[in-house]
């Protein structure tokens, strides 16, 4: 079972601040399927980044992706007030199909 | 747009069935999933069901108690919730897959498992 694991659980930082966020799959994945999704309170979770590092519709270019091995990084290059949300990474998987990491809440400093 | 419905208090042992209304694309094209959160804690994939509804998965927590389905001809989505716990209380999202992703997801349907 791959399993994906976020870092840190918790990132304080203050607006305009550089933010990255880390996730880490247990055993070798396709970065194909690598996702990342932002999520604030009440709120469904927005697609931002798919396939590792492409941007989904209108998401703002401070907002970024890439992958090393089983090493994925969310950049969030300057934090903008609305940024400050939970990340969630996603993988598919062969079995049983899809899996989440346990999310990164980025919050104000 | 997904619009998910049918959530509501209900005791443990009991059932329930969500539904998921998508309009504003072909429905009957895309697979689709169910997922939840629990209060506080993060996403959990559940189900999934392919375009044409013939190829279906679930996660370990609610294989043989979750039943997925589709109705192409009303463009809907069901999840039928039978044997509920207490660690079943969540909001339960339906998502459009979109090869790699989910692209669109509804508002979610609270499920609460209490007496």
């Known amino acids: 079972e791959i399993v994906l694991t976020q870092s840190p659980g918790t990132l304080s930082l203050s607006p305009g601040e550089r933010a990255t966020l880390s996730c880490r799959a247990s055993?070798?994945?396709?970065?194909?399927?690598l996702a990342w999704y932002q999520q604030k309170p009440g709120q469904a979770p927005r697609l931002l980044i798919y396939?590792?590092?492409s941007r989904a519709t209108g998401i703002p270019d401070r907002f970024s992706g890439s992958a090393s091995g089983t090493d994925f990084t969310l950049t969030i290059s300057r934090l903008e007030p609305e940024d400050f949300a939970v990340y969630y990474c996603?993988?598919?998987?062969?079995?049983?199909?899809?899996?989440f990491g346990q999310g990164t809440k980025v919050e104000v400093k | 747009q997904l619009v998910e419905s049918g959530g509501g208090l209900v005791q443990p042992g009991g059932s329930l069935r969500l539904s998921c209304a998508a309009s504003?694309?072909?429905?009957?094209?895309?697979?689709m999933n169910w997922v939840r959160q629990a209060p506080g804690k993060g996403l959990e994939w559940i189900s999934y069901?392919?375009?044409?509804?013939?190829?279906?998965y679930y996660a370990d927590s609610v294989k043989g108690r979750f039943t997925i389905s589709r109705d192409n001809t009303k463009n809907s989505l069901y999840l039928q919730v039978n044997s509920l716990r207490a660690e079943d209380t969540a909001v339960y999202y339906c998502?459009?897959?979109?090869?790699?992703?989910?692209?669109?997801w509804g508002q979610g349907a609270l499920v609460t498992v209490s007496s």
């Open positions: 069901i392919s375009s044409s509804g013939g190829t279906i």
């Open positions: 504003g694309f072909t429905f009957s094209t895309y697979s």
């Open positions: 396939g590792a590092s």
């Open positions: 996603q993988q598919y998987v062969t079995s049983p199909r899809w899996t």
């Open positions: 998502a459009r897959e979109y090869y790699t992703h989910f692209d669109y």
């Open positions: 055993q070798s994945v396709s970065s194909n399927y």
